[in-house]
């Protein structure tokens, strides 16, 4: 299958071999680098009409690449990961309309996490490129017509610098220190389908071959999750921070109350605990500004007696006593809404 896919030929060097190649029996072992060809071999294993398409197929599945070890650095480089993979198998007349809806997807998702300074490029035929050069001159061009397609878009050629097998489109976001991270990527493929055969029957019956586009949008999940962390600086937005709220009793006495707190918040959803440790208010609440625990909600006698909480935000002073009411709906709203602000 990697022989026929090309990466056999074009990626070895950086591929996991668990036993050595034997050049007389000419078989070899090695695990998964990337899901093109199995993804291929699932397409071909039944017949399609263009209703069918486009068939879509998403995997998640974990990768192995043999990174060098002067590269592999944290979670940004790593040999083992797992990718936001999806093909695309496509009609020649449905590419623009998909790339188009990858753009948006894309776009979309970024916006979620406050990427907003984003890079486009364009690279092209590479020496080692499979295929009808001719072929790569007509992809380049449907790639390059979808870029020029949006107005508010500016964008940079790579010549020589796409995979082996097309062109692809690359999305390079800046984290808060200013570092480029290539993260997205769309390639426009009319090799592998023409190598694996695939086909799919057209309106006038003849069979026809799908175009394939390969698309990922974080990317690397442990590299996006690095890249992230780094871009908030820890502070992560209220929807994805591992614990949401957390409730500081002044007093043992107030214990009780302060898990009501915790169950109301619990009830609607959000990530919440209680600190209940004999501990001095001050010292609870830097160990919350530590943990970087985005909501603290203090509790004293008259907090319970009232039923209200004296919310502090991450970084920020005391917002003043407030309803408990008013306070979850203000957490559980920042969530609901992926709001990037407490």
């Known amino acids: 299958m ?6 056999y030929e074009n990626y070895r060097d950086d591929m996991f071999f668990a036993d050595e190649f034997d050049e007389v029996e000419e078989r070899s072992m090695s695990v998964k680098p990337m899901n093109c060809p199995s993804h291929c071999l699932l397409f071909g294993g039944k017949a399609h009409s263009y209703r069918d398409l486009p068939r879509r197929i998403a995997d998640f599945g974990r990768l192995h690449r043999y990174e060098r070890s002067g590269v592999v650095t944290g979670l940004t480089r790593v040999r083992t990961f797992s990718q936001d993979d999806a093909h695309i198998f496509c009609t020649p007349e449905q ?4 790339i188009t809806a990858l753009f948006d997807f894309i776009f ?10 984003i890079k486009f490029y364009l690279s092209t035929r590479p020496e080692n490129a499979m295929g009808d050069p001719e072929v790569w001159r007509h992809a380049e061009e449907v790639l390059q017509r979808c870029l020029e397609s949006r107005e508010d878009l500016e964008f940079t050629i790579k010549p020589g610098d796409g995979a082996f097998y097309g062109p692809k489109i690359d999305f390079d976001v800046h984290d808060a220190l200013g570092r480029a991270w290539q993260l997205a990527t769309i390639q426009l493929d009319f090799q592998m389908p023409e190598r694996f055969e695939l086909t799919y029957v057209d309106s006038d019956g003849s069979e026809k071959r799908p175009v394939m586009i390969h698309r990922a949008i974080l990317g690397s999940l442990e590299r996006f999750y690095g890249v992230m962390l780094e871009h908030f600086g820890g502070d992560l937005p209220p929807w994805i921070a591992p614990e949401q709220a957390r409730v500081l009793p002044i007093t043992d006495a107030v214990n009780d109350y302060a898990e009501k707190v915790a169950a109301e918040l619990t009830k609607r959803g959000l990530r919440a605990d209680v600190d209940r440790r004999s501990e001095k208010l001050g010292y609870k609440i830097r160990d919350g500004e530590t943990t970087k625990v985005p909501y603290l909600l203090v509790v004293g006698q008259r907090e319970a007696d009232d039923g209200t909480v004296s919310l502090r935000l991450r970084h920020r002073r005391d917002e003043g006593v407030l309803p408990l009411d008013e306070v979850v709906d203000r957490i559980v709203n920042a969530v609901e809404t992926r709001s990037l602000k407490l």
């Open 2 to 7: 990697w022989k026929r896919s090309g990466h």
């Open 108 to 117: 979309e998702i970024y916006r979620l996490f406050g990427f907003e300074d």
């Open 95 to 98: 590419i623009e309309t998909e």
